[in-house]
């Protein structure tokens, strides 16, 4: 299980493959590495990847 989550960590992360309607709602921050909008766009991924537990912290 642990080498299935770290194997998906480099497609979690390619954000080449968004949708541009996607960055239309995060606003074009979500471009950008470290970014609140990236941060929450990268928790939203994790989600729908089935991770319980996801904690943004403010910047």
């Known amino acids: 299980?642990?080498?299935r989550?770290?194997?998906s960590v480099?497609?979690?992360t390619?954000?080449?493959k968004?949708?541009?309607h996607i960055f239309k709602l995060y606003g074009e921050e979500?471009?950008?590495?470290?970014s609140?909008?990236?941060s929450v766009l990268m928790a939203r991924r994790l989600v729908e990847?089935?991770?319980?537990?996801?904690?943004i912290l403010p910047q």
């Open 36 to 38: 609140f909008a990236n």
């Open 30 to 34: 979500a471009r950008k590495r470290g």
């Open 18 to 20: 968004e949708p541009e």
């Open 1 to 3: 299980m642990a080498f």
């Open 14 to 16: 390619d954000l080449t």
């Open 49 to 55: 990847r089935g991770v319980r537990f996801v904690q």
């Open 10 to 12: 480099p497609e979690l």
């Open 5 to 7: 989550m770290q194997a």
